[in-house]
């Protein structure tokens, strides 16, 4: 019996054990100062995905103070661990001039890699990068290329590109219905986490 007790105890003495599914969760709840400390936790032991979550809270300014510096620091550990949507977010951070020179050609690198790995945003970014002409040289057929491959990905967020220049007929032959039918297929439920 005491020793059951004295177990029961050291149970209850033990804090609980988190991970970065619960920080995610408590980060679409809007709990960002209870998700801090277990991502702060989890990217200290090496975790890319902690990492980029913390580089989000840096950049968006939940529950921390918004600090571009330290986004990208988390950014880049993560990104240094093969983690697609960090280098999504770095090549977004050299497009946009967040915290550093703005550098197409520095974001055209980060959305490279991304997007050879997979990542749907990047593809679309990649996309806006050669239909405007930024750190590329401009090319609609190019553009059009990388907004097809993100579309296939199946990731709804991404077609607005492709949408957009199959209605100003950019790159691609006048189709109107083909800009209709991927506008209204367009996920509007928003992100999430």
């Known amino acids: 019996?005491?020793?059951?007790?004295?177990?029961?105890?050291?149970?209850?003495a033990e804090p609980s054990v988190h991970s970065v599914e619960?920080?995610?969760a408590l980060l679409?709840?809007?709990?960002?100062?209870?998700?801090?400390?277990?991502?702060?936790?989890?990217?200290?032991s090496g975790s890319p995905e902690a990492e980029l979550y913390l580089g989000l809270m840096y950049q968006s300014g939940w529950g921390v103070a918004q600090d571009y510096t330290q986004a990208l620091q988390w950014y880049e550990k993560s990104a240094a661990a093969k983690n697609s949507e960090a280098a999504n977010e770095l090549g977004s951070f050299y497009q946009n001039g967040?915290?550093?020179?703005?550098?197409?050609?520095?974001?055209?690198?980060?959305?490279?890699?991304?997007?050879?790995?997979?990542?749907?945003?990047?593809m679309n970014n990649l996309g806006v990068l050669y239909e405007n002409g930024w750190g590329v040289t401009q090319d609609y057929q190019q553009a059009r290329v990388?907004?097809?491959?993100?579309?296939?990905?199946?990731?709804?967020?991404?077609?607005?590109?492709?949408?957009?220049?199959?209605?100003n007929g950019f790159g691609v032959s006048w189709s109107h219905r083909w800009?209709?039918?991927w506008a209204l297929r367009r996920n509007s439920t928003g992100p999430s986490f």
């Open 98 to 122: 967040w915290g550093v020179v703005r550098d197409y050609a520095q974001a055209c690198q980060w959305y490279r890699k991304s997007a050879a790995a997979g990542n749907a945003k990047s």
């Open 179 to 181: 800009g209709e039918k």
């Open 28 to 44: 679409n709840a809007g709990h960002y100062s209870e998700a801090l400390p277990i991502l702060q936790k989890s990217a200290v």
């Open 1 to 12: 019996m005491l020793l059951a007790t004295f177990i029961h105890m050291s149970a209850l």
């Open 146 to 167: 990388w907004f097809e491959k993100a579309v296939r990905t199946g990731d709804a967020a991404v077609n607005k590109g492709r949408v957009l220049l199959s209605l």
């Open 22 to 24: 619960d920080a995610k």
